[in-house]
Every structure is written in structure tokens, then in C-alpha cells.
């Protein structure tokens, strides 16, 4: 439980992120942005598989690159399934995408590193 808690909220910090520094992307309040990291990391876990799988094709077409529109449709939905927390279109659902793995990783990395020193 613990696990999903800290989850969520690195997925919510990278979307606050995310929604400060990406034209298009907004949310409401905090409660917003966790209520986005939620559907985000149940989108993740259910959606995106089946879209990763059926974009095969063009994920070796695109040499992987096409997995970064994957997660943008990701963001997109989110979008269309929280009221408070919009996506303006394709290009802000990108860049959002790209802001929020990288801030997850980066977030990730630093609490992985901080349990191995601990």
C-alpha cells in the first residue's frame, strides 16, 4: 500500500511539473492533479499495454519513437476522464508525456538511490 501511495504522489509531483512548464496543460487544484496521478497509473496499467502492444508496427517503424505518441494518447485520456485537469492537444499531450517520465525517473532514481544508502 505504501508502494502505491509514494506512486502516486511522484506521479502527481511530475504532473504538477508538468502542467507549470508545458503550454496547455492544466489542472484545477492539487486534488485535481492527484486525482490524474490515479487514473494515470490505472491507464498505465490497463490501457497502455494493449495500445503498446497493437502499435507494434510503428514502434519498430519509428525505431521506439512512436511509443512517445502512445503516452501522449496516455496523458489524453486522463484528460478526458478528469474533468479538472485538461490537455489543449496533440503537442501539449506530448511534451507533458516527455515532462512527466522524465520527472518520475529523475524522482524515482533519488528515492531508489535513497533506499540503497539507508
Do not use: K, Q
Request: charged share 5%; no cysteine; net charge positive.
Amino acid at each position: 500500500m505504501a508502494g502505491f501511495v509514494i506512486r502516486t504522489l511522484v506521479t502527481a509531483g511530475a504532473l504538477w511539473v508538468a502542467v507549470a512548464i508545458v503550454p496547455g496543460l492544466a489542472a484545477r487544484d492539487m486534488g485535481a492533479l492527484l486525482i490524474a496521478a490515479i487514473v494515470l497509473g490505472l491507464v498505465n496499467a490497463i490501457v497502455r499495454p494493449v495500445a503498446v502492444i497493437l502499435s507494434i508496427p510503428l514502434t519498430i517503424l519509428t525505431l521506439g519513437l512512436f511509443l512517445l505518441v502512445v503516452n501522449a494518447g496516455m496523458l489524453a485520456l486522463v484528460a478526458a476522464l478528469v474533468p479538472s485537469f485538461t490537455v489543449a492537444g496533440f503537442w501539449s499531450a506530448l511534451f507533458g508525456a516527455i515532462v512527466v517520465s522524465i520527472v518520475s525517473g529523475l524522482i524515482n532514481g533519488a528515492l531508489a538511490e535513497g533506499s540503497l544508502r539507508g
